[in-house]
T-cell receptor, first 114, second 115 residues
Framework: AQSVTQLGSHVSVSEGALVLLRCNYS??????LFWYVQYPNQGLQLLLK??????LVKGINGFEAEFKKSETSFHLTKPSAHMSDAAEYFC????????????FGTGTRLTIIP | SAVISQKPSRDICQRGTSLTIQCQVD?????MFWYRQQPGQSLTLIAT?????????ESGFVIDKFPISRPNLTFSTLTVSNMSPEDSSIYLC????????????FGDGTRLSIL
């Protein structure tokens, strides 16, 4: 069974600093990967997805992620953090074949320091 | 993407009672899913709601505790039965079109507290 690991359950960055949230997957075949954001008292919102096209994927709100097969990673980045980026971020994986379910990482809570 | 409405958005219930959560989508969707998110935790899939047939439950979840209906391609309900404090969670409805490369979309969730 495939899985994703999110390193760092809590990440704090200063406003204006680089945001880096880590996600590593385990799969023998490159899967489809997704990043979601959950703001307080809300559901999950899709930030971006990797579906075997371009390895550098741009999403909403200035976020992007790069798929690196050699490192089995799909880290989420944003050049300059805003206060409004404070939220919980989830990486999720699904096999690129079949009709398997979406599997979520444990999440990373991002705090922005003024 | 589809607009997903969940009702109620939150509730406080007494131990031993049951609550039915509704999920309405503004377009027809192939797949509907129900997730549980316990406090401070990630999402756990409860079941896949199949239109016209019984739901498919994940390991650790049973129909008697979490009966699900899906009468058509735009609506589903999840009932949390005989509730205990351990059922205090966020319950999320999610929809997809069945293709692996397409994302699932989520409602805002139902925040349930059991006293």
């Amino acid at each position: 069974a495939q899985s994703v690991t999110q390193l760092g359950s809590h990440v704090s960055v200063s406003e204006g600093a680089l945001v880096l949230l880590r996600c590593n997957y385990s799969s023998s075949v490159p899967p489809y990967l997704f990043w979601y954001v959950q703001y307080p008292n809300q559901g999950l919102q899709l930030l971006l997805k990797y579906t075997s096209a371009a390895t550098l994927v741009k999403g909403i709100n200035g976020f992007e992620a790069e798929f690196k097969k050699s490192e089995t990673s799909f880290h989420l980045t944003k050049p300059s953090a805003h206060m409004s980026d404070a939220a919980e971020y989830f990486c999720a994986v699904r096999p690129s074949f079949g009709n398997e379910k979406l599997t979520f990482g444990t999440g990373t809570r991002l705090t922005i320091i003024p | 993407s589809a607009v997903i409405s969940q009702k109620p958005s939150r509730d406080i219930c007494q131990r031993g009672t049951s609550l039915t959560i509704q999920c309405q989508v503004d377009s027809q969707v192939t797949m509907m899913f129900w997730y549980r998110q316990q406090p401070g935790q990630s999402l756990t899939l409860i079941a896949t709601a199949n239109q016209g047939s019984e739901a498919t439950y994940e390991s650790g979840f049973v129909i008697d505790k979490f009966p699900i209906s899906r009468p058509n391609l735009t609506f589903s309900t999840l009932t949390v039965s005989n509730m205990s404090p351990e059922d205090s969670s966020i319950y999320l409805c999610s929809v997809g079109q069945g293709a692996s490369n397409q994302p699932q979309h989520f409602g805002d969730g139902t925040r349930l507290s059991i006293l």
